[in-house]
Structures are given as C-alpha cells and as structure tokens.
C-alpha cells in the first residue's frame, strides 16, 4: 500500500544521557534525541507540527518515547531548537506556484498590452509618415501644375464638392477648368466624369478659373476655406493625376455572329491606338481593327466593332496606346458575352 500522506520526524540534536543531566551509566545502552515532527504529503514536507525527544537504543534504528519522568527532565531543559524552513517545502513550493503563476500572467498582460501599445504606435507611425507622404505628393502636384491633374475642394460640411482639372500652369496660378461633383462614394470616378462631356447631356463650356497655388496649398495644410471665395469657400482635399485612360463601360449588343462593344473615356487623351489579340485557344471574337480610332479625347466614345463563332463572344488581349507623357501604355480587353471590361 503506497502512502500517499503521514508524518514523519527529522532529527535536531543528538545527546549522551550523561550530557543532559542523567546516569552516566545510561550511555552505553541508549542516545536521546530531539526530533521535528511535521506532516507530509507524497513524502514532501508539508508543514511542522511540533517537537518531541525519543529515545534510540544503541546499535538499532527502533525509537521509543522516554519515560514520563525522563521526558519531565528533558523538557525542563534549556534547550530550543528553531523549526527548520524545509518542514514547510510543500507549503513554500505552493506558494511560489502560486505567485510564479500570478507573476506569468501579469508579465504576459504587461508584454500584451506593451505589444499592443507598440502596435497602436507604428500604426500611428505608419499613418503620420503617409499622411506626410500624400500631403507632399499633394503640394508637388499643385508646385508642377501639370495639365490632367485634378484637385478636388470640399466645404467644411463636405456638402458640396467642385473639382478643378488643371489646364495650364505658371510659377504661382494654376489656369483650370471647373466642375461640381455629385455627391457619390468614389470622388476619383466623379472627378474624372465631371468633365467627360456626354452630348447627349450637356454640351455647355466649362468655366475656367485662375487659383494661386500658395492658396491652394495653405488651405490644404491649415483647413481655411480660402479657394473660389467667388464661388463658394472651399479647401483643398486630394488630387488625382491622370495621363492615361479611364474607361466606362457603355453597353455591349452580340447577335448573329455580330458584335459592338461602347466604352467612353474620361481619361486622359490617348493616341495611336493598337489592339493585340491574346493567344488564347477560347478566343472566337474578332475586331475589326481598321475601325479602331487613332486618337481618344477625354469624354469621347469607344466603339469595338467584330465577328464571333459560336454561342456568345469572347476575347482578351491587349490596347496599345501613347499616354500624356508619349510613353507606350497598356489597357486590358476582356469581353465574355455581356461581361465587358476595359481596364488600364
């Protein structure tokens, strides 16, 4: 039978009967000693409960407890033994569990909340350094003033948006064409439309204005609503710089083998345009590439006309043009049925 939980005794002092007061004589049979009693659980000690004298026969390990009259002497010695630490290990290991455990956890809430601290800060970094980074990618744009960049001016409600696309530019105005823009969830779409003309709407010139472009930027960095004080006041709130397309898709009609795609462009003007069909075995959609316009002027129309075998059209490859800065550009052609797409 295992013992799992008992007392046990540890011994303190060892004595000659002669060298506490008894019969010289005592010494050759027995020794007394002064032992710590103490509770243990799996043999660990766990804490003291008292200490006691017994009596040890030479040359045998049995002990015995002393007479009454031999324990009364003994007990009247002046003799103190202090309760050794160890009868407490079990307690003292409890103990230190306990306050390692706590410990562990308020050094793993104090390293998450650090973490998390840490996290908090290079997020604000990250969000300093590109707001930093766009407002001055805003004031080189305003500085160059180069024509296809957009500026879009808010109230300080936002209530009312203008954009100004920027036609000509010297050291210090900008010369730029106007327009509202509808209230709308992608102000970059709605600038841009802003001044694709559609005949069918509207054919009205836009008004043209001259912005200072310290205005611009002061109104940018301090929140004042100094821009078109003679229209409504506004401020400076994003640019875009467009020198490339932006297509809308328009509609797509396929009948009997035949077939026309309508984009409009409320990009930037492009010129000598080309259509490089991908090498892709499910392609059945030929264009007729002679009909393909040369040039394409923002808010102007275009059309893909073409041939197709099978069930519905499908194609994908590559239009090439000249962007604003006369370097080579690339948008893509997808077209499966009435799914059509013409993306830079």
């Avoid at 455990?101 to 290079?122: C, Q, T």
């Avoid at 969830?185 to 069918?200: G, T």
């Avoid at 004042?224 to 710089?241: A, C, N, T, V, W």
């Avoid at 080309?274 to 007729?288: C, E, I, P, R």
């Amino acid at each position: 039978m295992v013992i799992l939980y008992g007392w046990n005794t540890i011994k303190l002092a060892s004595f000659k009967p002669s060298n506490i007061g008894l019969d010289v004589e005592m010494d050759e049979d027995i020794t007394i000693e002064r032992r710590q009693k103490y509770f243990h659980l799996f043999w660990i000690p766990f804490f003291p409960i008292g200490q006691l004298w017994v009596v040890k026969k030479n040359g045998s390990s049995d002990s015995y407890e002393p007479s009454t009259k031999m324990n009364a002497h003994l007990n009247a010695l002046d003799l103190s033994y202090k309760t050794p630490w160890y009868t407490f290990t079990l307690l003292i290991a409890a103990i230190v569990t306990i306050v390692v455990y706590y410990s562990l956890i308020e050094i793993k809430s104090y390293n998450r909340n650090k973490s998390r601290e840490l996290e908090l800060a290079e997020k604000e970094n990250k969000r300093i350094e590109k707001e930093n980074e766009n407002e001055n990618e805003l004031f080189s744009a305003v500085s160059n003033g180069d024509p296809d960049t957009y500026f879009i001016l808010g109230d300080s409600n936002s209530i009312i948006i203008s954009c100004l696309k920027v036609v000509s530019s010297d050291a210090n105005m900008l010369t730029c064409l106007i327009s509202q823009i509808d209230k709308c969830s992608d102000y970059n779409y709605c600038a841009l439309e802003a001044f694709a003309i559609n005949e069918h709407l509207y054919n009205e010139p836009f008004d043209s204005v001259v912005v200072s472009k310290a205005d611009l930027m002061h109104s940018y960095k301090n929140g004042d609503e100094k821009i078109l004080m003679h229209y409504l006041p506004m401020r400076l709130k994003g640019f875009l710089k467009i020198d490339y397309p932006v297509f809308v898709f328009k509609g797509v009609d396929y009948e009997n083998g035949k077939y026309k795609g309508t984009f409009k462009n409320i990009g930037a003007a492009i010129t000598q345009i080309k259509f490089k069909q991908a090498a892709k075995s499910d392609n059945n959609l030929v264009l007729d590439t002679a009909l393909i316009k040369k040039s394409l002027k923002t808010g102007e129309k275009f059309v893909l006309t073409g041939t197709y075998t099978g069930s519905k059209p499908i194609l994908s490859g590559n239009l090439l043009f000249l962007n604003q800065n006369n370097k080579v550009d690339t948008c893509v052609l997808f077209v499966d049925g009435l799914t059509e797409n013409l993306t830079h």
